[in-house]
C-alpha cells in the first residue's frame, strides 16, 4: 500500500496563492489516480480535485475550478496542487489520496483508499 505525505500548507492572505505537494512511497505511484480532498471544521471530507493515472485527465470540484490547478510527476512520485486566488471558505486541512483505479468515476472518498496526515491550509480574510 502506497505511503503519502503532504507538504506545502500555512497561512496565506485572501487572494494568495499555495502550492501543496505530496510525496508517494512504498507503491506504484504512477498506476493509479490520484486526488485531494480538504476537510474543514465540522464539515465532511471533501473533494477538490482528481487526476488520472498518467495525468490526461484531471477533475474539479466547481468550488475550487478554475483557481486550483491538480497535476502528477510520475518520475517522481509525486502529486500538486497549486491554489490560487484563495478565499477564507477554502481553509481546510487538504489530504492527499490515492485511488485503486487508473481513473475517476466517482469524485467522492469512497474512490481513494491511501491516505496521507494531511496538511493545514488557512486563509485570512
Known amino acids: 500500500q502506497v505511503q503519502l505525505v503532504e507538504s506545502g500548507g500555512g497561512l496565506v492572505q485572501a487572494g494568495g496563492s499555495l502550492r501543496l505537494s505530496c510525496a508517494a512511497s512504498?507503491?506504484?505511484?504512477?498506476?493509479?489516480?490520484m486526488g485531494w480532498l480538504r476537510q474543514a471544521p465540522g464539515k465532511e471530507r471533501e473533494f477538490v480535485a482528481g487526476i488520472s493515472w498518467r495525468g490526461g485527465y484531471t477533475y474539479y470540484a466547481d468550488s475550487v475550478k478554475g483557481r486550483f490547478t491538480i497535476s502528477r510527476d510520475n518520475a517522481k512520485n509525486s502529486l500538486y496542487l497549486q491554489m490560487n486566488s484563495l478565499k477564507p471558505e477554502d481553509t481546510a486541512v487538504y489530504y492527499c489520496?490515492?485511488?485503486?483505479?487508473?481513473?475517476?468515476?466517482?469524485?467522492?472518498?469512497?474512490?481513494?483508499?491511501?491516505w496521507g496526515q494531511g496538511t493545514q491550509v488557512t486563509v485570512s480574510s
Open positions: 489520496a490515492a485511488a485503486s483505479t487508473r481513473f475517476l468515476s466517482d469524485y467522492t472518498t469512497r474512490s481513494f483508499g491511501s
Open positions: 512504498g507503491g506504484t505511484f504512477s498506476n493509479y489516480a
